[in-house]
C-alpha cells in the first residue's frame, strides 16, 4: 500500500508540476462534459421520456460515468500508454525492479482533466439530477467501482499488444466503443445486448448497473457491482501476467505482418 | 562567394524561470515567475568556403544547434546577418533548401514506416528531381553508402547505423551543394562509425560538397574535417586547422592497464602515471614526446596485461584547455587556413 | 518563400496518406465496428423515443437513422488528424519539416486526402449497410446522390481546416487535445451529431445553423430529411461560404505559428 502511494503521489505532484496547464485541462474537461449533457437537454425538452428515464436520470447516469472515467485516469492513467510500452520493450526497466510491475505502470501517469470529470460528476448529481447529499457517499461507491471497472477493462485490451504488434490504436478504438456504450441509456436494449453489456464487454458495470442500485436502492445491484469491479481487476492482473510470459523485450524492430 | 558566411549572429531567448516542482501550489499558481534573456549565440562570425569539411564543436549548451537552425533558416536571429549559398537562410528557406541537405542524427527526416526507397522517392519529388536523375543517382548513392540489403525495409526496422547511411543519403537525394550534420554518428558502434565517416570523407572529396558537422566525437573530428570550429557559450572561441588541433589540444592521450600485477608501474619519458590502483594504472601520454604504439609495446614487455584502453581526452578538457591558453605554440595569424585564438 | 508548387510531390504525401491509412486494417475495422454500434444503439433509443409527440412526418426513426448515418460516416472518415501535427510539434520533427522546399500545412493537407481517400468508401459501405439493415429502407434520392457526395467533401474539407488550425495552435498551448475536447463537443452539439438542429429551440437552432459545425455534420446530413434541390443549394451554399472564411482563417493561422516557430525555435 505504501508502494502504491508512493508512486501515486509521485504521479499526481508531476501531473501538478504545470499548475496552470493542469488547471486549463480540468477546466475544459468540465467544460466538455457540460456540451455533452446539452444534446440530453435539448432531446427532453421536445420528448418527456425515454422508456421512463427523464432528463435527471441521464444526469445521473453521465455523472456516474464522468466520476468513473475521471478517477480512473487520475489514478490510473498509465493504462493508456500500456501497449506502446510493451511493444516498444519499455517493460525491461520495470522487470528489473523487486516489485510487480502492473502497479507501478498503472500509476505512473495521473491524468489531471480527470479531475475536471470528477468535479462535473459532483454537479450532474447534485444540481442535474437533483439528488440529495446523502446520495453522494452511495454514488462515490458506484462510481469508484465504475472506475475499477474502466481500468481494469482498459488494461485488458491495452494487453492485446502482447500478442498482437502495434495493437495501440486497435486498443484505444475498442476503448472508445466501451466508452460510448457507457455513456449513453442501455435500458431501451433488449435481453440480449443487455447480456453482453454485463459480461463481455462490461459497458454495463460502469454507470447502467451503479445507477439502477441508485435509482432503485436494490442492494443486490450495488453487491453486483462490487463483484463485477473485483472480478475484472482478477482477469486484468491475470491476462497481465499471462502476456508477460510471452513477452519479449529489446529492440524497436516492428515485426511483418 | 563563400559558402557560409556569418556576420555578428545573435539569438537571445526570453524565457521565464520556473518555480521549483516542490515549491507551494498556491504560489506557483498566482506568482507568475520572471522572464529572463538567455543568450544562446553572441556574435558569431564565420566564413567556410565551398568544398571545406568543417567541425562545428563545443560542450553541451554551447550554441551549436542554435546556429546550425539559423543556418537552415528554421529559427530567426536576434540580431547579424548570414548568407548560405547566396541566401538569407530565414528569408529564403525554401530556394535555400534546394542547395542544402540535412542530417539529424537524433531526429529522422525519413518516413518511420515505408521502405527506404519509398522514402528518397517521395524525396525526390519534392525536391523536383527529374526522375531519370533520381534513378541514376539514387543507383550511385544506394552503392556508394552500401544501403541495397535493406532498401525496401521499412525504416522503422532498421539498425541505427544502417538509418544514419539512408539519412545522408536522403539529405544528398537532390545533389545539395553544402551538407549540414548534426552528431551523426551519436549512439552508433565503433565499426558504424568508422563505415559512416569513411562515406562522408569519400563524399565529400568527390564530390567537393561543402560539410559542417557538429559531434562530441574528436574521431568524426579527425577523420572527417580539415577545419575545426570552437564555440562556448554562444562565442566563436577558436577557428584553427585540425592539424594544429591535434598538435596542439589532443596530444595527451589516456591509456588504461588492468595487470596481473597487483602494483604496476612503468617509467617512460612522456609517460606520467594519473592513478594507481591495485592491478590497474591509468597513465597520461604527451604523444609529442612518445608514441602510443612505443608506450602499448613497453607496457606488454613488462606488464603481464589483462586489459587495455587507449582514450582521446573528452572533448570538454579539449575546450577547458583551450579556455586556459593551453597552447604549445599559439599563432596570431587570422582566416580559415590559419589559427584564430580569442 | 519559394516553395514547390510540384503537383506531383502532394500527389506522393496523398499516397503516403493512402498508406499510412490503409496499414492499420484493425483499426479501422474496430472503428467502422463502433460506427455500427453507435448505429444500433441510437436506433434503440429513436424506437424508444415517442416522436409521434412531435408531429413532425419526416422524423421517423427510419430517416433519423440514416441522418446519423451520414453524421458518423463524416466524423468516422476524419479521425483525428490535428494529431499529427501536434506530434510533429512536440517532437521538433516539425523543424525537419520546415527544411523543404515543400508547404507544410500543404503537405499535410495532401497526405490527410489519401487517408480520407482510403476510409471515405469504407465507412460509407460499413454505415450505409448497418443504416439499411436496422431500418429495412433507403430515404435518398438517387438524384440528389451526386449533391450529397459534394456536401460531404465539402463538409470533410471544412473539418480538416479545423484540424489544421488546432493542430498549430500546439505551437502556442504546447497540447492541443483540450482544444480539441470544446471543440469536438462544440461540433456534435452544435453540429448536429445526433439530433437534428431542427429539433432544437428556436434562438439556439437559428445560432447552430449559421455555424460552421452545421456546415460539417449537420448540413450535409439534413439531405437525409429533406432531400428536395431547393434544400441541397441551400446547404451547397452554406458549405461554400464556411470554406472560404475557414480556407483564410486556417491561412492566417499557419503564417502566425511557423512565424512564432521560426522566432522561438519551438
Redesign the interface.
Given at each position: 500500500m505504501r508502494y502504491a502511494w508512493t508512486l501515486l503521489r509521485m504521479s499526481i505532484?508531476s501531473a501538478?508540476?504545470r499548475?496552470?496547464?493542469a488547471?486549463?485541462?480540468m477546466l475544459?474537461?468540465a467544460?466538455?462534459n457540460f456540451?455533452?449533457f446539452?444534446?440530453f437537454v435539448?432531446?427532453f425538452?421536445?420528448?418527456?421520456?425515454?422508456?421512463g428515464w427523464v432528463r435527471e436520470d441521464l444526469a445521473l447516469l453521465i455523472g456516474v460515468c464522468c466520476w468513473a472515467f475521471g478517477l480512473a485516469v487520475f489514478l490510473a492513467g498509465g493504462f493508456r500508454d500500456l501497449a506502446t510500452t510493451i511493444g516498444s520493450g519499455g517493460l525491461d526497466p520495470y522487470l528489473g525492479r523487486p516489485r510487480h510491475p502492473l502497479p507501478a505502470l498503472l500509476f505512473s501517469q495521473s491524468i489531471p482533466?480527470g479531475l475536471g470529470d470528477m468535479g462535473s460528476a459532483l454537479v450532474f448529481w447534485t444540481v442535474l439530477s437533483h439528488r440529495g447529499w446523502a446520495d453522494l457517499p452511495m454514488l462515490l461507491l458506484v462510481g469508484t467501482l465504475g472506475a475499477v471497472v474502466v481500468a481494469a477493462t482498459a488494461t485488458l485490451l491495452q494487453c492485446l499488444a502482447f500478442w498482437?504488434p502495434?495493437?495501440g490504436?486497435?486498443s484505444?478504438?475498442?476503448f472508445?466503443?466501451f466508452m460510448?456504450?457507457a455513456y449513453?441509456?442501455?435500458h431501451?436494449?433488449?435481453f440480449a445486448?443487455r447480456f453482453v453489456l454485463l459480461t463481455v464487454f462490461p459497458a454495463g458495470f460502469v454507470a447502467m448497473m451503479p445507477v439502477e442500485a441508485v435509482r432503485d436502492g436494490d442492494p443486490r445491484k450495488l453487491v453486483a457491482c462490487a463483484m463485477a469491479a473485483l472480478a475484472y481487476a482478477g482477469l486484468a492482473g491475470w491476462v497481465f501476467e499471462r502476456g508477460l510470459r510471452r513477452y519479449t523485450s529489446g529492440s524497436?524492430?516492428?515485426e511483418?505482418r | 562567394m563563400a559558402a557560409i558566411r556569418t556576420d555578428n549572429l545573435t539569438k537571445s531567448f526570453r524565457v521565464r524561470q520556473p518555480e521549483p516542482a516542490d515549491g507551494a501550489l498556491l504560489r506557483r499558481l498566482l506568482r507568475r515567475a520572471p522572464a529572463i534573456d538567455l543568450l544562446a549565440v553572441q556574435d558569431l562570425s564565420l566564413q567556410i568556403e565551398p568544398s571545406e569539411r568543417v567541425a562545428f564543436i563545443g560542450p553541451n549548451g554551447a550554441g551549436k544547434s542554435t546556429s546550425l537552425k539559423m543556418l537552415t533558416g528554421i529559427l530567426v536571429p536576434t540580431s547579424g546577418h548570414a548568407e548560405v549559398a547566396g541566401f538569407v537562410p530565414w528569408r529564403d528557406r525554401g530556394k535555400l533548401a534546394r542547395h542544402i541537405g540535412i542530417v539529424f542524427g537524433q531526429r529522422s527526416q525519413l518516413w518511420w514506416q515505408l521502405p527506404v526507397r519509398a522514402s528518397l522517392d517521395l524525396l525526390g519529388q519534392i525536391y523536383d528531381v527529374d526522375r531519370t536523375v533520381l534513378r541514376q543517382r539514387m543507383a550511385r548513392l544506394i552503392d556508394g553508402f552500401e544501403i541495397g540489403a535493406f532498401i525496401d525495409r521499412p525504416v522503422a526496422q532498421l539498425s541505427l547505423g544502417q538509418r544514419l547511411r539512408c539519412e545522408i543519403v536522403g539529405a544528398l537525394i537532390h545533389a545539395p551543394s553544402i551538407l549540414l550534420l548534426d552528431e551523426p554518428t551519436i549512439g552508433l558502434d565503433v565499426t558504424s562509425k568508422a563505415l559512416l565517416r569513411d562515406h562522408l570523407d569519400g563524399l565529400s572529396r568527390d564530390s567537393g560538397t561543402t560539410v559542417l558537422l557538429t559531434s562530441h566525437d574528436t574521431g568524426d573530428i579527425e577523420r572527417i574535417c580539415e577545419r575545426v570550429i570552437v564555440i562556448d557559450h554562444g562565442s566563436l572561441l577558436m577557428d584553427l586547422p585540425i592539424a594544429q588541433l591535434k598538435r596542439d589540444f589532443l596530444r595527451r592521450r589516456t591509456v588504461t592497464l588492468v595487470t596481473a600485477q597487483e602494483t604496476p608501474e612503468l617509467r617512460i619519458d612522456g609517460v606520467a602515471a594519473v592513478a594507481v590502483e591495485p592491478y590497474r594504472l591509468t597513465l597520461s601520454v604527451d604523444t609529442t614526446v612518445v608514441p602510443i604504439e612505443k608506450v602499448v609495446a613497453t607496457a606488454l614487455e613488462r606488464l603481464t596485461i589483462r586489459d587495455l584502453s587507449v582514450e582521446n581526452p573528452p572533448l570538454e578538457d579539449v575546450i577547458k584547455a583551450i579556455y586556459r591558453g593551453e597552447t604549445a605554440d599559439p599563432r596570431a595569424s587570422k582566416g580559415p587556413a590559419g589559427a584564430t585564438q580569442l | 518563400m519559394q516553395l514547390s508548387s510540384n503537383s506531383s510531390a502532394l500527389r506522393a504525401f496523398a499516397r503516403i496518406g493512402w498508406r499510412r491509412a490503409a496499414a492499420e486494417p484493425l483499426a479501422t475495422a474496430a472503428r467502422g465496428g463502433l460506427n455500427v454500434l453507435a448505429l444500433g444503439i441510437f436506433w434503440a433509443f429513436w424506437r424508444a423515443t415517442p416522436l409521434a409527440e412531435l408531429r413532425r412526418p419526416e422524423l421517423t426513426p427510419e430517416r433519423l437513422i440514416w441522418y446519423l448515418a451520414v453524421t458518423e460516416w463524416i466524423v468516422f472518415s476524419t479521425g483525428i488528424p490535428y494529431r499529427e501535427i501536434e506530434d510533429d510539434i512536440r517532437s521538433g520533427a516539425l523543424a525537419t519539416n520546415l527544411t523543404r522546399p515543400i508547404d507544410y500545412a500543404r503537405a499535410c493537407c495532401a497526405q490527410w486526402c489519401g487517408g480520407i481517400a482510403f476510409r471515405l468508401p469504407i465507412f460509407a459501405l460499413v454505415g450505409f449497410v448497418a443504416a439499411l439493415g436496422l431500418s429495412g429502407t433507403v430515404p435518398i434520392d438517387p438524384a440528389m446522390l451526386l449533391a450529397g457526395l459534394a456536401s460531404v467533401l465539402l463538409a470533410l474539407a471544412i473539418l480538416h481546416l479545423c484540424h489544421l488550425m488546432i493542430g498549430l495552435a500546439t505551437i502556442w498551448t504546447g497540447s492541443a487535445a483540450p482544444l480539441h475536447w470544446i471543440w469536438q463537443k462544440g461540433l456534435f452539439v452544435l453540429g448536429g451529431l445526433i439530433i437534428p438542429l431542427s429539433l432544437y429551440p428556436a434562438p439556439f437552432r437559428r445560432f447552430a445553423e449559421n455555424s460552421p459545425f452545421a456546415a460539417m455534420l449537420s448540413a450535409p446530413a439534413s439531405l437525409a430529411l429533406d432531400p428536395s434541390p431547393g434544400h441541397a443549394i441551400a446547404v451547397l451554399r452554406l458549405q461554400l461560404i464556411w470554406l472560404i472564411v475557414l480556407a483564410g482563417m486556417a491561412w492566417l493561422t499557419d503564417r502566425a505559428a511557423i512565424a512564432r516557430f521560426l522566432e522561438r525555435g519551438t
Open positions: 505532484g501538478f508540476a499548475p496552470i496547464a488547471l486549463s485541462a475544459l474537461m467544460t466538455n456540451l455533452f446539452i444534446t435539448i432531446y425538452r421536445n420528448f418527456t421520456s425515454l422508456k482533466s498482437m502495434n495493437s490504436l486497435l484505444e478504438e475498442l472508445q466503443m460510448m456504450v449513453y441509456p442501455e431501451p436494449f433488449g445486448v524497436r524492430i516492428i511483418l | - | -
